[in-house]
């Protein structure tokens, strides 16, 4: 099993900054394919960044990319989600989830474990 636990949300500006982390354990974290997903009031979990294991690639979903960079520390077993230029449209739960091996996806049901959410809002 592989516990995840999301930190760093909160409430900021338009044009802000914040940064997400996510703590891994239960497993050797540079064998797990890490996301971000948000899901705002209403609508289904979305997409926003992925890395593999080795943090050599990365995959942006278009609604974020080039504000926001996902990054990952294997020795610290944690994953990073910096936002900036931050929109009220940003607002949502952002999930952090984990996918034993493989390629970035982009799936809801691509990946196997799941954190519990962190609060993210953006005040116009």
């Known amino acids: 099993q592989v516990q995840l636990v999301e930190s760093g949300g909160g409430l900021v500006q338009a044009g802000g900054s914040l940064r997400l982390s996510c703590a891994a354990s239960?497993?050797?974290?540079?064998?797990?394919?890490m996301g971000w997903f948000r899901q705002a009031p209403g609508k289904e979990r979305e997409f926003v960044a992925a890395?593999?294991?080795?943090?050599?690639?990365?995959y942006y979903a278009d609604s974020v990319k080039g504000r926001s960079t996902i990054s990952r520390s294997n020795a610290k077993n944690t994953v990073y989600l910096q936002m900036n230029s931050l929109k009220p449209e940003d607002t949502a739960v952002y999930y952090c989830?984990?996918?034993?091996?493989?390629?970035?996806?982009?799936?809801?049901?691509?990946?196997?474990?799941w954190g519990q959410g962190t609060q993210v809002t953006v005040s116009s």
């Open positions: 989830a984990a996918k034993i091996y493989g390629g970035v996806r982009t799936t809801v049901d691509d990946y196997d474990y």
């Open positions: 239960g497993r050797t974290f540079r064998t797990l394919v």
């Open positions: 890395i593999t294991g080795s943090g050599g690639s990365t």
